[in-house]
């Protein structure tokens, strides 16, 4: 059960409302976000709504019976849109594109990215600049200094910086860097980063574990706003199954289930998801007809020399036509839903 | 590797082509299909075609390093089409689109479906008449005698017959009455049943296991064209992995792999795939994006009442509005290919 | 619900029986096994038992809710014992052990292994004349005129033989020289050939499909009952999931739950499941403590020129000691359950 | 490649080995742990190991080609043996068990447990403070106060404490308190939480992700040892399938390859494998018999009542004659390897 609180609620009055709450056997869990006030109260009993709903301080209350709660559609009537700034919003009205390399590996290929990003009306970059590797003998990226300079180019471009955290000491080291963290598919329930990530007021970009199940995900994304962060973005990024003839098993059925257990935007990674450069377009194209709000790929000005995922990247020359289509695809669906 | 031999080779001619080939090291199988004549070689050895390439009879020499031979595209320049008679074709430059009920019901539903087909200029209707079930007791399908009232209805119609066949001793006796034989995922692997469908000449479509890998399916489809039929028609439908949110994984990702490795249609079935009405019409507009050449889907005059699979079944007021959108979103992407 | 008809009963008491059934909400199909007569309700009513109960010609009534009845432990108190003759048994209280080469090479072979079987006092050799081949250009077994020799040298050493069966046609041609039919993991959900061997007087084992549940294994043994044949061995033997390591994942958490759901003995096969020869002594072990009433072993008289599934077969001095290891355990697992 | 250097090789001898190293085309990373001094070097040129093999100060060369160097059983020819005091030992010639409940709950409960343990001559407890759960609405532990507690009952019994890590940020607060940090299941690739566990000199329980590879497990050991802590032991516990009649699909076949690739201790855990009580029993001795050095497993005064995983919990009746078990069927393991 989710009770939405009046801004202006005296501590009184909520204490008035908790107690009732606790009587009829719900435990109430209080959280403030960015934008709003609510108390979860969490609990088996049936009863009235109307017993409680006379109280002073409410503002609506909904039964939310999904093992989720905030993050599911079943209480908001709107979608959650995330104002980025500059004109920069993720929701679902538009399509987002994030395009960049795997890792950032200098300042030049900032620089070549950005040109290129802005040459396609792209205003959102990825990049990683802490990497996480299999083996520890391997390249983890270049750290906080080439975050700074990512941050200070692509500001300088309005563009905004999508990079992924992975522990919770670099969240706030991060913090003035980054207009997007990304939480990446093996941090996927790492609880603590989570909490962490839901008490600051940044947007967040939850992947979806490689083996993670969809519901696991919404309860991923329960945390972050549970803790007071609303701005939150879901993203479809492969599973991992018995099949071997690609990278990960990008599962596109999750698209038009997230859209409609919940209000979050929901962006696709074909990149990691099918793993190999040829399917990346037609994949990408199939998420956007599947419902995705974005996409994020991945881009490099010279694939076969990248230092990461060479073999998913598309060069500047395809992605270009991929964006078009891109937009194209996504005009079609969006005449089908109508306005 | 593959030799494609004159269709006027004399057998002494032949005799003289594979003792050479033998000699070199190779075991030769002859496949002699509706349109051709070829001898199929696998061996290790390394040697210069031109040892073999100057002998009588011979058309053409491939090498085709795949599992697979005569589906891998390695070696065919031109798409596999297949003519169903009366204008209706299966290929790589249209859009099929098969629709009907799981199972055939009584002779009104059929009339139903043919008349929905016949206002959507749909030319192929499905319909189970032997159900594979996982209990003994559960309904079984109509049998033969309703295969026959469906074949002559459709006939009538000028509308394609596809239904599933489950055993060897069945093709025979359904042979006259069916235009597309459909092999289940239950029998993905039933190889005996795969030899019969390729000693016949109709069309086959292949539904993927639901835990099978890509390189399976095409090496079923080898089993069918190496007996000697090439009316081929691949389907992706869905695999089993961990999640349960939906009822199976449609695994999209497998479209763009099936079309670069083979040269036969794929087509996707997004009603078992999913599994879920609400999700059926975009994962199938997903899939034309993803390079599907056709779609498969379940309709029903009342999918409430439906005997099975009602919970992923369109209705026809739902089925028309997807079959346009499915056309507009073929066109788009054929636009993006180039003609 | 099942209802054990008395071996006498008349038709028409029967007719009453199942007119009364049927009037309470249920439908119902009759079963004749070799040994006995039932009557299996399937419906959704509840009803006082004693409603029927006291009807002439009845046995004995139980309700079993799971979606397999006959093979069910909750209707039957005691273990499915099937005798094979000569003193042999498959039970669940002694130890089988099944072992072989995976194919059938040359009369040679089976002497060797028929003598390495004596040698150890084993009872059952397995070995298969018809293949089933991703490829069809591979080895598909020396079919039936090697079954016939291959027969004939075990009764002469008073050995029963296990081999695998592909298709209906095949039941009738094998049928005098088989022992045990077994039906691989392609074919478990080939109902028709379940049906088929559900209407001889022959044991028959059925490995759990490659992506199979424990229900649906389950549910396959419940064809080849009800269509009249009590004669039936479950076999775990591997399912397919994201690991690479080794070939199949042999799952012995099958095990205890196959003995707790079903009365049925329950055999594992390390060979194919592990699939690597360094384990699957320690595979064939674990099993066994996992409550396996036999195993199923690859052996050769010499792996390395094996025709098939050389890297997963014993010789037999490695298999000498296994089977040894193998009765310990087998002691030591007894002890624990008491008499 | 590792290179054991002597434990008191000079600055400068080190740097004559690093530069040869690194001119032959390797990059080389260095390892100082609690025992002694490596040397990992990573390339691909082949070269004459005597080239470099006489230089001071190095100790022995060892190729390593798989993608873990340190935990790699190809390097060491002993078995790692952790000795965690008073006699306490995780190795590979006797059976560890490790018990206790899902979450320590109450000091009471501390107690009672002890009891049981001491009764049974068990040295290990295990018990959550800090509990990874999927909802941010759950009971997430008692916390560090709570193991403080845990830790000194236990230390005043000879005991020694297993619990959870989480993050970074507890290690140093856990420290003292306890005797092995486990890793969980979800934090499997969390590798600055590996990275931090190589720096201390405490015990580290990895479980295996639930959908994790074994190489990815060795992997993440790798993290631990390249950081300096050669103290690590593996655990199996039970992958995500397609099959939903358990709660994880415990991986045995992992247990025998894990022994053959690493020289580190391998346990365990059938309680959160195999997720239901009945079956823990069996396949907690099917662990054993696989080749397991150890079991962990979830013991509680009253499941029932447990606040966590009470489905999977044995009670302290049912756990002595497990514990008799399991030691029985270890010495009859223990009887065929041989000493």
Chains 1, 2, 3, 4 share one sequence.
């Not at 006379?54 to 709660?69: A, C, E, F, N, Q």
């Not at 959102?124 to 270049?142: D, E, Q, T, W």
């Not at 997230?258 to 074909?270: A, F």
């Amino acid at each position: 059960m989710i009770i939405q609180l009046q801004q202006d609620i005296s501590d009184a009055q909520k204490s008035v409302i908790i107690e009732k709450v606790n009587k009829l056997g719900y435990q109430t869990s209080e959280v403030t976000t960015q934008f709003a006030h609510y108390l979860i109260a969490v609990g088996k009993a049936e009863f009235d709504l109307r017993r409680i709903g006379h109280l002073t301080g409410i503002k609506d209350i909904h039964r939310v019976s999904d093992p989720y709660k905030l993050v599911s559609k079943k209480w908001r009537v709107y979608d959650t849109d995330i104002d980025l700034g500059e004109g920069v919003h993720i929701n679902r009205s538009e399509l987002s594109i994030i395009a960049g390399p795997c890792s950032i590996e200098s300042p030049e290929q900032i620089d070549q990215t950005i040109a290129h990003l802005k040459a396609n009306n792209i205003r959102l970059m990825r990049g990683g600049v802490f990497k996480p590797r299999s083996s520890p003998y391997a390249f983890r990226g270049i750290g906080l200094e080439g975050l700074k300079i990512f941050s200070e180019k692509c500001r300088a471009a309005g563009i905004k910086v999508v990079t992924e955290v992975m522990q919770v000491s670099q969240v706030e080291e991060m913090h003035d860097y980054v207009d997007i963290f990304q939480v990446g598919t093996r941090n996927a329930q790492n609880f603590n980063l989570l909490d962490e990530l839901g008490k600051i007021d940044k947007a967040v970009m939850l992947k979806r574990g490689f083996s993670g199940t969809i519901e696991e995900l919404l309860q991923a994304a329960e945390y972050v706003f549970s803790n007071g962060n609303e701005k939150i973005i879901l993203c479809e990024r492969g599973i991992r199954t018995f099949e071997t003839a690609y990278r990960n098993t990008l599962d596109l059925n999750a698209v038009p289930i997230l859209k409609e257990k919940s209000h979050l935007p929901v962006i696709v990674d074909p990149s990691h998801g099918v793993g190999l450069r040829n399917y990346v377009e037609p994949m990408a194209l199939a998420a956007v007809m599947s419902g995705a709000d974005g996409i994020i790929m991945e881009v490099h000005q010279c694939p076969e020399k990248a230092l990461s995922d060479g073999q998913q990247t598309l060069n500047y020359h395809e992605a270009k036509t991929s964006y078009e289509r891109l937009r194209q695809t996504y005009a079609l669906k969006k005449s089908f839903n109508g306005v």
